[in-house]
């Protein structure tokens, strides 16, 4: 978790689209949203926000394989502050074991 979150950036998760499509309506809560490909565009009061990802070639360490999703989040009428309560509950949502 971050302690600020400009309205775009992008990020790179250890995941594949499968894991990540089946955790991200539990992370997007109550808030409306719409899936078209590979983006969604989710409605947080007053504003919006769209998440776009595309699959990237897996992290090699060793002998082990570590699916990738380069994830682009843009924001769009939200101040500082909404953009941190929507994202500190996103992270938690999408959060996978470490500590």
Same mark, same amino acid.
């Given at each position: 978790m971050?302690?600020?979150?400009? #309205?775009?950036? #992008? *990020?790179d998760m250890g995941c594949t689209e499968a894991e990540w499509l089946g955790w =991200?309506? !539990?992370? =997007?809560?109550?808030?409306?949203? +719409?899936r078209d490909g590979a983006f969604v565009q989710v409605t947080?009061?007053?504003?919006? =926000?769209?998440?776009?990802?595309?699959q990237a070639e897996p992290r090699v360490l060793? +002998? !082990?394989?570590?699916?990738r999703l380069l994830v682009r989040f843009a924001f769009s009428?939200?101040? !500082?502050? +909404? *953009?941190?309560?929507? $994202?500190?509950r996103f992270d938690l949502y $999408?959060? *996978?074991?470490g500590g």
């Open positions: 971050q302690s600020h979150y400009p #309205e775009q950036f #992008e *990020r =991200l309506p !539990a992370a =997007l809560g109550d808030n409306a949203w +719409q947080i009061d007053p504003g919006t =926000l769209r998440i776009d990802w595309q060793g +002998q !082990a394989r570590i699916p009428g939200l101040d !500082a502050d +909404q *953009r941190y309560v929507f $994202m500190k $999408m959060q *996978r074991g």
